[in-house]
């Protein structure tokens, strides 16, 4: 049974790139309305792969994924942001050769014509940066600026969820500091918001709830004060390696 | 010296223009240099030249020329008729060869696969059509002088509006309709474009129509001013490829003016050096290029 407030809910989820070898082994997470999930892990504990096959972009082998109680395992990439599940991958996540208003333009092309114009505004009016830079080829806005838009992106579809991968990668903290504020206020608007996060401390100070992710596996999850006060976390995160020290002061 | 040169060299400028944006847009959004190219131009002019004798027949008023020009509206029609036939060759050969190469991620099998889909689709015209030289018009025009020692026939003219109205409006597709941006954006990033909800198998479709078309339409221009051989498109493959990478590859206005440039030296060359080093030219242009500047003159680096 899906949960009625469960917007997305992903089930013993296996996923790879090779069907021999999947990264993701069994990963089940759930996101509900504005609620905004974070997912930690060490490097290699397969974080991005889930979102990707999440986003149809990285095959599954086995397990469900349900948007709105909707089964969407098996749909291609392309339909997904019709159904209400929006993706900002890490990287080149925006077309550099596009204008940023091209940028959103090719996003509303998913609407029906009548709300394209109306919903695009709507988003400028969320990042009034980007409308004054509208003509500008989108590779030539900052690190911070492209994420914006990555994310203005992703939202012109109004979507039910949005993923995002490591947002966090690169940006300088005043921008990673509006771009977190940004998220919040998209989930405050209902948004299931389900971000992947190296970046322990700027997750822990956004997200609602935690899934620690470790070789592919579910090692953890709880809402955040939960899991905060959880000595044990530090050392889970980690799953052991060089960054053991850092990584305990980030959480503490 | 006379001045002919840029009017012949307009006018081969602008069949390699055709043939070139279907190369440039197959490269940047296929990512792979696709050899069969040629033998779409080919199969334009053949399709054309099937269909202007079927409608010929059926019409025989049709046959009559369209004074100035040297043909009828059976060629006419047959040449927008076998501009779809050729885009769907496009699509049918995406389908069944390039697809499953794709699906296994080999650039470069695809590559080796294009040239054996180029001899197999030369061979099959050779065995549908035989190999002797055919004719889309047999009527003489007269050249008109438009001043400067220059003179054009009335057939180069309508080649030349017909290569300004199919660049003009393939342009005005990719710059200003949701398509275009679609193609543009599937050029740049096609994991990111299928984020987007784009429907990456429909642009791809999409792509090997237009080429196909616009190669069709260069092919029917060649098929005006010479013979109609199995060889006409495999012979212009070097000035394609040329033009496509002088212009930079992925720009359709780069490759019209790298068709017209390669056109143009060509023209310059058969009148200053000799007719035989004609074929030389696009070689030393794209050898040129490549040393010089290898994003092509529209290019970006990748």
């Known amino acids: ?38 997912i930690l892990g060490p490097n290699g504990a397969g974080k991005s792969t889930l979102v990707k096959a999440i986003a149809g972009l990285v095959p599954v082998a086995a397990g469900h994924i349900r948007l709105d109680g909707e089964d969407i395992t098996t749909r291609p990439a392309h339909t997904l942001v019709r159904g209400g599940l929006a993706f900002v991958p890490q ?69 039910k969820v949005l993923l995002l991968d490591e947002p966090s990668a690169g940006l300088s903290p005043k921008a990673l500091d509006e771009l977190f504020r940004k998220l919040l206020e998209i989930s405050g608007s209902g948004v299931g918001v389900v971000l992947v996060e190296q970046n322990v401390r700027a997750a822990l100070a956004v997200a609602d709830r935690l899934y620690v992710l470790v070789e592919g596996r579910n090692r953890l999850e709880g809402r955040k004060h939960e899991l905060t006060a959880d000595p044990g976390l530090a050392a889970l995160y980690l799953g052991g390696g060089n960054g053991r020290a850092a990584a305990a002061r980030t959480v503490q | 010296m006379s001045l002919q040169f840029l009017a012949d ?52 008023a049709s046959a009559a020329a369209l004074d100035p020009l040297s043909v009828g509206w059976n060629v006419v029609l047959a040449g927008v008729l076998a501009m779809a036939l050729t885009g769907l060759l496009g699509v049918a050969l995406d389908a069944v060869l390039f697809r499953p190469l794709r699906k296994r991620g080999a650039s470069i099998a695809a590559v080796m696969a294009s040239f054996g889909a180029a001899m197999a689709l030369r061979a099959l015209i050779e065995l549908l ?71 990456v198998a429909r642009v791809i479709r999409l792509t090997w129509f237009i080429g196909g078309a616009l190669a069709c339409a260069s092919g029917v221009m060649l098929g005006l001013v010479v013979q109609i051989r199995p060889s006409m498109g495999a012979d212009l493959l070097l000035p394609l490829f040329a033009a496509a990478i002088l212009g930079g590859v992925g720009s359709v206005p780069g490759a019209l003016i790298g068709g017209l440039i390669v056109g143009l030296a060509e023209a310059v060359t058969v009148q200053l050096v000799g007719a035989e080093w004609r074929t030389a030219v696009a070689f030393l242009v794209l050898i040129g290029v490549l040393l010089l500047r290898p994003t092509g003159l529209f290019g970006q680096a990748a």
Not at chain 1, 3 to 22: F, N, Q, R, T
């Open chain 2, 129 to 199: 059509f035989s190999s002797r030289p055919a004719y889309l018009s047999r009527e003489l025009q007269i050249a008109i002088p438009i001043g400067a020692g220059i003179r054009v026939t009335p057939d180069q003219i309508a080649l030349i509006a017909i290569t300004a109205v199919c660049v003009g409006a393939l342009h005005g597709l990719l710059s200003y309709t949701g398509i275009g941006r679609s193609m543009r954006a599937v050029s740049e990033n096609p994991a990111l474009a299928r984020v987007v909800g784009i429907d």
């Open chain 2, 9 to 60: 060299g307009l006018v081969g400028g602008c069949t390699v223009a055709l043939g070139a944006v279907g190369i440039t847009l197959t490269y940047s959004i296929l990512r792979f240099a696709n050899f069969a190219h040629g033998e779409f131009i080919s199969w334009g002019c053949y399709l054309t030249w099937l269909l202007a004798g079927a409608i010929g027949a059926w019409s025989i």
């Open chain 1, 1 to 38: 049974m899906t949960s009625p407030c469960k917007i997305l809910m992903v089930d013993h989820l296996v996923a790879g790139y090779e069907p021999s070898a999947p990264i993701v082994n069994g990963v089940s997470i759930a996101a509900e309305r504005g609620e905004i999930v974070a």
């Open chain 1, 91 to 159: 990287t080149e996540n925006v077309f550099a050769t596009l204008s940023v208003a091209d940028n959103l333009k090719l996003a509303s092309q998913a609407l029906a014509a009548p709300q394209r114009a109306g919903r695009i505004k709507d988003v400028y009016d969320i990042f009034p940066d980007l409308a004054r830079q509208q003509r500008l080829p989108a590779g030539r806005l900052s690190g911070g600026q492209r994420q914006m838009l990555a994310v203005a992106r992703a939202l012109i579809v109004s979507p």
